[in-house]
Structures are given as C-alpha cells and as structure tokens.
C-alpha cells in the first residue's frame, strides 16, 4: 500500500497557516472575518468592537492624527526610545487595518508602509547602545514580512512574490534569534517560541517557491541542496516542540501541538522527495 505523505503534510500546513492568523489584526483578513476590540484608557467608555473596514479606516485615520502629533515632539535626535516605540505602535494600527482589507494589493501597500517605516531605522541603532531596540526591530520586521508572505499565499500570488517576502522575514528573524543561543542568556520563551514557528513556517514556503523554475535559482546557495529549507523547517518544527515542553507554554499549546504533527510527518516527506530526486539524476 502507497501512503501519500504529501497530503498530511498540506493538510497540517493549512491548520498551521489558520493558526498563524488570529483575530488580533496579524495577517490580512475578509473584512467581518473577526472583530477588533478597541481598546481604551482605564476612566474612558469603551467604544466596544471594530467590526468593518469602513470603521477600521475611521478609527486608523483618527490614531495617526495623535501619532502625528507625537511625532513631532518625539523625534528620533534626542528621544530615540520613545520614537522607537511610537513607529512601532504605528506599525500595529497598519496591522489591524490590513486585517480589514480584502485588495490584496492595497493590503500589501499597507504592509509595506508599516516595513518602509522601520527600516530605515535598522542601521541607525548601534546593537551594543540598544540591544532591546534592535531585537524587538528586527522582530517586527520579521513579522511583517511573515505577514505579507501569509496573505500572498492565500491568494495564490507569483511564487516570485511570496519567496521575496519569506526571504525578507527570515533574513530579519534570523538577525535576532539562533537556536544555538538559545539559554545562553536571559530571555522572553514566548517570543523564541514564536519566532521559532514563524520561521519554520517560512522555511517550508521558501521549498514550495523553489519548484518554481524563477524562483529557484534566486533561493538556491552555491552547492546547496533542494531539500535545504524544508530540512530546516524540520529543525525549527522539532525545536519548538522540545522547547515548549521544557518550559511548559501553555499559551501557544495548539502551535506546539501543531509543530509535533508536522515534526512527524515531514521527515517521510522529505525520504520520499529524496527518493524522488535521486531518480531524476539518474
């Protein structure tokens, strides 16, 4: 009896890719999909829930006006924390006004206002002055082009574009995260954790890409193998597992749960692509 593998493994990636996308504004989503709680300064009446993109726009218009104004005060020469946090909460309202958006186009333009936003600033830190700034930089960064690459893929989009953009996340993740570091100091297991599934995420879209003819040749290092990214999706799928047990995070137990079934399933997927491309050069 033949079991297709595959199958399993596309059927775990779509959960995964559902469980990527939550209702806190990360990722694109069909406008009335979920509902965005507006939050409020303790003493004010809350306004209840954002629930269409028309309201979305209204309430995102109103926020960049005391941006704006923040901006103005705080600018980066003199308040660079306080300029730092400010874009990044400006980076968030883009987000949950993305989530609203069902142009794929117009969703990709916010994306890349909240990305044009910070970049320009991932040189302007010196990561010995403030390491904390340019973790959290690097992070975010990796998550809006996480984002970007989610939405592309939804829509079936060139494999050129979705590759570009899971590039991009990885390249910004890995600045900031390496499994070997791990433990050696201090830090936040949530965000390991998360940053973790993101990018065996973004490992295994890289692999779907490089089927492509285009796209491969972009992907593909000099004297490097076909199975490389989704080797290391493997690697980032079995370390968040690991991980998650050891520091028991019960708040991401259906990521980890997730992870474990692909864990399993993707070390058959690759014995048979092996085996499949060892056919070919013969």
């Known amino acids: 009896m033949t079991v297709n593998h595959s199958r399993g493994v596309d059927e775990s990636e779509k959960r995964i ?12 989503g069909k406008a009335g999909d979920a509902c965005v709680r507006q939050e409020k300064p303790e003493g004010r009446k809350k306004e209840g829930v954002v629930c269409t993109e028309r309201h ?43 989530y609203f958006e069902m142009n794929v186009k117009r969703c990709s333009q916010i994306h890349k206002r909240r990305a044009a936003r910070l970049e320009v600033l991932v040189e302007h830190f010196n990561p010995d002055a403030y ?32 590759a570009a953009a899971a590039l991009e996340s990885v390249t910004f993740y890995e600045r900031v995260f390496n499994v070997s570091e791990v433990g050696k100091i201090q830090d936040d297991p949530h965000r390991n954790l998360t940053i973790a599934f993101s990018l065996a ?5 890289l692999h779907g890409c490089c089927k492509e003819k285009d796209v491969s040749s972009l992907l593909m290092t000099d004297g490097g193998e076909p199975l490389e990214h989704l080797k290391k999706s493997l690697d980032m799928y079995n370390f968040v597992v690991e991980y998650g047990s050891k520091h028991n995070i019960q708040a991401k137990e259906e990521h980890i749960a997730l992870c474990k079934e692909m864990a399993e399933l993707l070390p058959a997927s690759i014995a048979a692509q092996v085996s499949g491309y060892g056919r070919l050069q013969r």
Do not use: W
């Open 131 to 162: 390491p904390p700034i340019r973790k959290q930089l690097n992070t975010e960064l990796g998550a809006i082009y996480r984002e970007t690459a989610d939405r592309l893929s939804e829509v079936d989009a060139p494999a050129a574009k979705v």
């Open 56 to 98: 979305a726009q209204q309430k995102f218009n109103e926020g960049m006006e005391y941006f704006k104004r923040a901006l103005e005060h705080y600018f980066l020469d003199g308040f660079v924390t306080d300029h730092f946090f400010i874009l990044v909460e400006i980076s968030t309202v883009h987000k949950y006004l993305a």
């Open 201 to 205: 995420r973004m490992y295994e879209k």
């Open 17 to 28: 890719s559902a469980a990527g996308r939550v209702p806190n504004g990360s990722g694109c």
